[in-house]
């Protein structure tokens, strides 16, 4: 997280007992009571506090209350109020916003406003009459961990841009601050690169309707950023890059049979300078297209074999003195690659491998810890990266794609993410983890029922405290969050048998 | 960052990545015929249509005329499917050498049955013999009756796709077609979830894409009531969910004629005596109150089986479903009864003494499924029950169609049950709501009904199977994506010839019909990486 002071501040003349259990993810502090105020839609307001360091014109916030007034109360007409009721209570017409650090234009920095925003939304609730209401309430509130993915793989299959945007709409309601857009990968290549359009026009599944355009990346970096999500989009090498290879010839292995060509390519091919200048070029791009302080680079699943078939690689192998060693080459690559992107004044993700082979990375390297039980099981992991210093994301129990009949949503639940040896300077470096949902076997089709709610258990696992792991209560408000996305038109499945007031229809 | 090894998936991964390399034009139109058809030929011989010109109509020497509403909304719906989803240019392509397809001719030559309901027929191949024979310039579709008609106007309209031009194209072709099983079902849930008409009627529009013609209707279970029955209307007002959570008459009407029109019969299923919780709220003292030791403990089991009342109430329920439901067949349930409550019960303990059931609970069920059987007789109708009525030696009497659905050697099951003369429908390895990652469906389409010791006479009482989707943990936001494709390895094991066995070509042609889906509004989950070629970006 960039740094910004992840706190916000709630204090509300309203709350609801009962009703308060309908918070998703479950806020740090929180104290209600029975007294409850009518919400009038066409007299509340949001306003900016008059010491607040954001005012009026402060894109983000001004955006935002507009979206949490459609939420809360609908875009359709409200019936005024009958007069009679109106005059024995004490009506909220008003929730006034303070922000201590100023930001609005900035990238994601006025995240808990935003978060703010959406607490308030959950905490009202409507009578059968349809009158709304808040209880009085009073909200302590910030994540216990600053990275909170959520990964969509748009390569396997084409996520159409509504797609994308819905997901961030949920992210928000969950409050996720990080899209992990892991953009290209074997099967296809749809990023639309502007000083390399052959990457998409030989490499997309198809170069007119599946891809990104650079309009479309930029829509998805503004919605993100008015919601408080960061971007972090990952070009994974060397490995994994087969829709490369037909936009740009020479970049990747020539794998071999015998002493002949096979026809077939391996990994990017990592002794050649053309590559390099390739990598400058496109990743000079990349990192001016997203603004993200980060980037990700993948560098998991090298594939050896092709490397090894290859006779000037086994040259160079030699002339380098790597010997037999392939994981040498591939740090040779990763580090050339790195030393690249650093000059772009760029901070890197890596997935586990690159730790775990060893290449030497600068020390401030985000590690991704993905892999379930080898080399070792991930809590070993942790404790391995976070001994040698580097800072660690979870996401290896969090596969989401991974499916199995039944409540699934409470193993990812139960997942504590500090529950590895080490010391306090060592739980410190986990910065928290990401929800992963590849795409092998997801598309538009069945993506949202896929993601919502499972992936809501992820959210509380890294907003909530530690201490928040009892699970009747997680499933009851989970299920209540649930319906609350039904309402917001997504298309969220159930947990367990039941019924919500307002059910999924066909459009 | 993913998982390698998951066997099957990449070894079909490598075919996806062919499939994908094969332009749609180019490839063969075999290749998107879903389930296979008995007997395909196909020539090379291209012929073109055109969306202006093209027409469906009624052959002279047909008995259906265009008096008949089944065929009328079939042909406009067909059109549509062929030509309505695709963009297309108005003006004739002048510049294409293949000779046109002008129109396709319908002709029905038995009693068309244009106004009857679909119905279980005693010659299938007989109802259903239908034959395609494409060339130009008038293609002829010839069927037994109605029904046959509507499975080849599905099977016509996967023969045609657009060339790399846009210009819809046909091979010449001469098919013919039956069904290897007429009970070809799927079952949907409707009381652990709500699922809004909408929903049921989707799913209706992709089982005639898949030549289902059952939709198997388990419309009540102990969570919720949303039948609104006429004669007992306390049954959904204190059953269901909430009070829009029911199928009202005009609902259940909407579903019955929408599913006709597609040639698809609905089985409605009211399982008694256990799965019935949602019963008691509506329908006093129809359950069996529960003891804690001497006093009632207020929970209340199963139907009470000891109670002349229970019995007149069914009586009236089940003479109001035989009027609602035309299909021939009622689904009691009468699965997975428990018995602690009923033993827990001194009335009930007193009647299983005066009848000399002893302490065998399983003769008191007996005792009430007799019952039930005799009223559904008495109203005219056909009886299907889940395989523990027969197991639990309930004399059944001849005609009752036995659904096996317990896992576990389902094929000793489907042996015992034929052995003594009863019809079986098979489930048990087709319930699609266990999920699990990759490509399940594989699992699904190895299976093979017929594969258990019995002689051929026992083998013709399989007259075919049903894909369950239980709600548990589906409802209208994941139902059709868990439904489709997965449920069409089923429709073509159902479908097709015994020996159409291969996955590999199954893989080819289930792709192109899963795009064929989702373009015709059907929200299909993928089979695995890769795209559809009309997706486009909004």
């Not at chain 1, 290449?359 to 892999?371: A, E, G, H, L, M």
């Not at chain 2, 994908?20 to 879903?34: E, F, T």
Request: net charge negative; aromatic share 14%.
């Amino acid at each position: 997280m960039a740094g910004s002071a992840l706190w916000f501040f709630l204090l509300l003349a309203a709350a609801l007992a009962g009703r308060a259990t309908a918070l998703w993810p479950w806020p740090q502090y929180i104290q209600t009571s029975d007294l409850r105020y009518p919400i009038f839609p066409h007299n509340f307001q949001f306003q900016y506090h008059v010491s607040s360091a954001a005012q009026p014109g402060c894109s983000v916030l001004d955006e935002a209350f507009q979206r949490y007034r459609d939420l809360l109360f609908g875009s359709d007409f409200w019936h005024r109020p009958d007069p009679a009721e109106k005059q024995h209570t004490l009506e909220i017409n008003s929730l006034v916003i303070h922000v201590a650090t100023p930001g609005c234009d900035q990238l994601p920095s006025l995240e808990s406003a935003e978060n703010c925003l959406e607490t308030f939304s959950q905490l009202v609730w409507r009578s059968p009459e349809g009158t709304f209401f808040i209880n009085k309430t009073e909200i302590e509130d910030f994540p216990r961990f600053p990275h909170r993915g959520l990964l969509l793989d748009t390569s396997r299959h084409y996520l159409p841009l509504s797609s994308i945007l819905n997901t961030l709409d949920v992210m928000a309601y969950s409050k996720f601050n990080v899209f992990h857009w892991h953009m290209v990968d074997d099967p296809s290549f749809p990023y639309e690169s502007f000083t390399f359009p052959e990457l998409t026009r030989k490499g997309s599944y198809n170069p007119a309707t599946h891809i990104y355009t650079a309009q479309d990346v930029k829509e998805v970096i503004e919605y993100a950023r008015l919601r408080g999500i960061r971007v972090l989009v990952e070009f994974d090498t060397p490995g994994h890059t087969q829709s490369w290879g037909p936009g740009a010839p020479g970049l990747l292995t020539p794998c071999y049979s015998g002493s002949q060509p096979s026809g077939t390519f391996g990994p990017v091919n990592p002794i050649l300078n053309s590559t390099y200048e390739f990598m400058s070029t496109f990743f000079l791009e990349v990192s001016s297209v997203f603004p993200d302080f980060y980037l990700h680079l993948g560098g998991d699943e090298v594939d050896f074999s092709c490397w090894k078939s290859n006779p000037d690689i086994q040259d160079f192998m030699k002339k380098k003195g790597f010997g037999n060693d392939f994981k040498k080459l591939e740090s040779f690559y990763i580090q050339t690659l790195l030393d690249i992107v650093s000059a772009y004044g760029k901070g890197y993700v890596v997935w586990q491998e690159v730790f775990d082979n060893k290449v030497k990375v600068r020390p401030d390297t985000i590690i991704q810890v993905w892999r379930e039980e080898a080399p070792v099981s991930y809590m070993k992991e942790l404790e391995l990266v976070t001994n040698a210093s580097f800072r660690a994301l979870l996401s290896a129990p969090w596969y989401l794609n991974h499916i199995t009949y039944g409540p699934d949503w409470e193993k990812v639940y139960m997942v504590e993410p500090l529950a590895f040896d080490g010391t306090p300077e060592q739980k410190a470096l986990v910065i928290g983890g990401e929800a992963c949902m590849w795409g092998e076997y997801v598309d538009s089709t069945n993506l949202v029922p896929r993601l919502w709610p499972r992936a809501g258990a992820v959210a509380e696992r890294l907003w909530s405290s530690k201490l928040v792991t009892n699970l009747d209560f997680a499933s009851k408000r989970l299920a209540d969050f649930r319906c609350e996305l039904l309402r917001r038109g997504i298309q969220a499945q159930p947990l367990n048998v039941g019924y919500c007031e307002q059910e999924f229809e066909e459009t | 960052m993913e998982q390698r090894g998951w066997g099957l998936p990449r070894l079909l991964g490598l075919l996806a990545l062919l499939a994908v390399q094969v332009p749609r034009s180019s490839a063969s139109s075999y290749m998107g015929l879903w389930p296979l058809p008995l007997s395909v030929e196909m020539s090379p011989r291209l012929l073109r249509l055109s969306p202006e010109n093209f027409h469906i109509g009624h052959d002279s020497s047909s008995t259906a005329g265009p008096s008949c509403t089944i065929l009328q909304e079939a042909f406009r719906r067909y059109y549509d499917y062929i030509f309505g989803f695709y963009k297309w240019h108005r003006g004739p392509a002048k510049s294409h050498a293949a000779p046109e397809l002008e129109q396709l001719l319908v002709s029905v030559v038995l009693d068309s049955q244009c106004n009857a309901f679909p119905n279980v027929s005693s010659d299938e191949s007989c109802e259903y013999r239908v034959s395609l024979l494409v060339k130009g310039p008038v293609a002829i579709l010839k069927a037994n009756r109605v029904w046959g008609v509507l499975r080849g106007l599905e099977t016509f309209s996967q023969l045609i796709y657009q060339d790399s031009y846009g210009t819809f194209t046909i091979n010449e072709s001469n098919i013919v077609d039956s069904p290897r099983f007429p009970h070809r079902g799927i079952l949907i849930d409707t009381a652990r979830h709500y699922l809004p008409v909408k929903t049921i009627l989707k799913t209706l529009d992709a089982m005639a894409f898949n030549k289902f013609n059952v939709l198997h209707w388990h419309i009540v279970d102990d969570q919720s009531f949303p039948y609104q029955s006429i004669t007992f209307p306390q049954l959904s007002n204190k059953g269901s969910y909430s009070l829009s959570h029911v199928y009202t008459p005009n609902d259940v009407r909407i579903v019955i004629e929408y599913a006709r029109l597609r040639g698809i019969r609905v089985i409605p299923e009211f399982d008694t005596p256990g799965h019935a919780q949602s019963w008691g709220k509506g329908q006093k003292d129809l359950l069996t109150p529960c003891y804690h030791g001497h006093t009632q403990s207020g929970t209340f089991g199963p139907i009470n089986p000891i109670l002349n009342t229970t019995y007149s109430f069914l009586s009236k329920f089940f003479n109001e479903i035989s009027t609602v439901f035309p299909d021939h067949f009622i689904h009691l349930g009468g699965d997975e009864v428990e018995f602690q409550c009923w033993e827990s019960n001194p009335d009930i303990q007193k009647f299983m003494q005066q009848k000399g059931f002893g302490t065998d609970f399983k003769k008191l069920e007996v005792f009430y499924i007799q019952k039930l059987f005799n009223i559904i007789s008495t109203v005219n109708k056909g009886s299907i029950v889940w395989q523990e009525v027969f197991d639990n030696n309930v004399k059944l009497q001849p005609g009752v169609v036995v659904q096996v659905w317990k896992y576990g050697d389902y094929a000793k099951e489907q042996s015992r049950v034929t052995a003594e003369g009863f019809p079986v429908l098979l489930s048990a390895p087709w319930y699609l709501d266990y999920i699990s990652y990759g490509q399940d469906w594989v699992k699904y389409y190895n299976v093979e009904p017929l594969d258990f010791d019995g002689t051929s006479k026992q083998k013709t009482l399989v007259i075919g199977g049903e894909a369950c989707l239980w709600g548990e943990y589906v409802d209208a936001t994941n139902l059709t994506p868990r439904l489709w494709p997965r449920a069409s390895a089923v429709g073509e094991r159902l479908w097709s010839r015994q020996d159409v066995r291969s996955s590999q070509d199954a893989y080819k042609r289930l792709t192109v019909h899963r795009c064929r889906m989702v373009r015709r509004g059907v929200a299909a989950e993928p089979l695995f990486t890769g795209y559809c070629n009309h997706e486009d970006r909004v």
